[in-house]
């Protein structure tokens, strides 16, 4: 274990998160709780034609939970429903970059499950 | 108070975390156990094991005299009238579910209240929550600032309907020790029953049922250095006496019919199932190791070890404790956060430096959210912290602001 998650990505995404906030009119809306930390991230999609047109998030957190969420958004935004289903947690953490330990990998993970939850809402409309 | 002794009596503290020697500063969570305590437990499953109160064979006698033995002694390291007050639970939170299920559930009606306190842990919230379903009101004494309880409100919150009255003895977010005594004298005064949570203050200051005259105290050993799942409510007898079990099968009972039973005298009717025998031997064990220290000496060093640390807190820019105050009102915890930098990364980065602090929400969410918190990190020390530790750990949160860029 070491100080090397804190890349200056992280840090600076968590400074300053570029996809922080509310969509208008949303299509799905999901919120998760970290229960051993009390983080939470509530995740708001607008599609058009199935394509994800606009996603924000907002919460608090740690600066793993926060600044993935964050990273996340750039990840799947613009992407058809489809595609974002086919995404995995390896391929998300993957594409993050970070060897993140056991008990931090459910702060990397807290977006990510948020989200999947959202699109599940979505497709079950 | 030999702390260079008493640390050699602790095996983990040999332990390295990130080839650093560990430091451990989250007792307020759980304690550390001496190598008697483990002995003890060992010395048990090697020579006395067997299941309690069922046989008459040497080791089952044996089991039972180790067991009821650990319960007299806890009975009079609190001073109870009587070992038949002392209940053994797993801990704190299952003996305050005993007092909400069994007696308040069995007893409150619509339109009674039950006042609690903004600083109590979630253990003793969530329970009395559940009384709300009879329509019982739940009422917060608020504190202030400083972390300590408004006690000029208690007597205009309290009403002919508050029927109990539970209140934390030391908080474990802000260490403040409540005036129990005089508390539990205005809930008697009211007629109301008088429940205290223990779980912070048995392990670290001398506590006296007698003097407090609480009806019900609640703690855990888990936090004295005894193992995990052994816990302890006293009830005073009388009142026990009359409550209903709350689990209900073996061992409570005197006779069961296919329909019916006869519940066991408290407190066994109160103890379903095969009990926790290596936990009250481990628990004995432990008062005694604490008895041997002193009580008065533990909290006296205590108090020591958080003046120095406040002071060294007090002179890094950024970090803001939850609520300000000496060590007087803080007795070993120290709640804090550090400007723009979550707890949990506090927690993360000083693990590096060997140091093991709590992050989050400590189990206390109104109380945070009181002082405007979502989450914080909290230093708590115990008789086996070093002083230099505490250096180590000011290192650490150097590094934290470094990593910030603070």
């Keep these: 274990m070491s100080l090397e998650m804190y890349q200056e990505q992280i840090i600076e995404r968590y400074r300053n998160p570029v996809n922080i906030g509310t969509v208008e009119n949303p299509d799905a809306t999901a919120k998760d709780y970290n229960p051993s930390c009390g983080d939470d991230v509530e995740i708001q999609i607008k599609f058009d034609n199935d394509v994800i047109r606009d996603i924000k998030f907002q919460g608090h957190g740690c600066a793993i939970s926060q600044s993935s969420t964050d990273l996340l958004m750039d990840l799947v935004k613009k992407k058809n429903v489809k595609e974002t289903q086919n995404i995995t947690k390896e391929m998300f953490l993957e594409k993050v970059g970070i060897p993140f330990s056991p008990l931090r990998l459910k702060c990397a993970l807290l977006g990510f499950k948020v989200f999947k939850l959202a699109l599940y809402s979505y497709l079950g409309k | 108070m030999d702390v260079e002794k008493i640390r050699g009596d602790f095996p983990i503290l040999k332990r390295k975390i990130n080839n650093k020697p560990l430091v451990f500063l989250d007792s307020a969570s759980t304690s550390q156990k001496p190598q008697q305590v483990i002995d003890a437990i060992k010395n048990y499953y090697e020579n006395h094991n067997a299941n309690p109160h069922r046989s008459i064979y040497t080791l089952c006698d044996e089991a039972t005299q180790i067991y009821e033995k650990s319960r007299g002694k806890v009975s009079k390291f ?14 704190t939170n299952e003996a305050m579910n ?6 308040a559930m069995n007893n409150l009606k619509e339109g009674d209240e039950i006042l609690l306190t903004i600083m109590e ?4 919230i969530v329970p009395w ?6 329509g019982v009101k739940l009422k917060f004494i608020d ?11 208690i007597n205009d919150m309290i009403t002919k309907n508050t029927k109990i009255v539970s209140v934390v003895h030391k908080s474990n977010v802000l260490g403040t020790i409540n005036h129990v005594k005089e508390i539990g004298k205005i809930a008697h005064d009211n007629g109301s029953l008088f429940v205290v949570d223990g779980a912070q203050s048995v392990p670290h ?3 006296d049922v007698k003097d407090i005259d609480c009806d019900f105290l609640a703690f855990s050993g888990h936090k004295m250095l005894a193992p995990m799942n052994i816990g302890v409510l006293y009830g005073k007898k009388e009142i026990l006496e009359k409550m209903e079990p709350f689990m209900r099968g073996s061992d409570m009972i005197k006779e069961v019919q296919l329909t019916e039973s006869v519940w066991n005298d408290s407190p066994w009717k109160f103890e379903a199932g095969t009990p926790n025998v290596e936990g009250a031997i481990g628990l004995s064990e432990a008062i005694d190791y604490l008895k041997g220290v002193g009580l008065d000496n533990i909290s006296g060093y205590e108090e020591k070890l958080t003046e120095y640390a406040l002071e060294k807190l007090n002179g890094i820019s950024g970090v803001k404790l939850v ?21 949990h990364d506090i927690a993360y980065i000083l693990d590096e430096f060997g140091v093991a602090i709590r992050s989050g929400h400590m189990c206390a969410q109104p109380l945070l959210r009181r002082f405007g918190f979502q989450s914080v990190a909290r230093a708590s020390f115990y008789l086996y912290n070093a002083k230099e530790e505490i250096d180590t750990f000011v290192e650490g949160l150097e590094k934290v602001k470094k990593v910030f860029g603070k």
Excluded at chain 2, 129 to 134: H, N, T
Excluded at chain 2, 143 to 153: E, F, H, R, V
Excluded at chain 2, 323 to 343: D, M, Q, T, W
């Design chain 2, 78 to 91: 609190i001073n109870a009238k009587k070992d038949e007050e002392i209940v053994f639970v797993r801990n």
């Design chain 2, 98 to 103: 005993i007092v909400a299920y069994s007696y």
């Design chain 2, 129 to 134: 929550q559940m009384l709300q379903k009879k």
């Design chain 2, 121 to 124: 842990h979630h253990a003793n």
């Design chain 2, 323 to 343: 609520s300000p105050g000496n060590a007087k009102l803080r007795n070993g915890v120290i709640s804090f956060n550090i400007g723009g930098v979550h707890s």
């Design chain 2, 205 to 207: 200051m001398p506590v």
């Design chain 2, 143 to 153: 504190i202030n600032d400083d972390g300590t309880l408004k006690m000029d409100t």
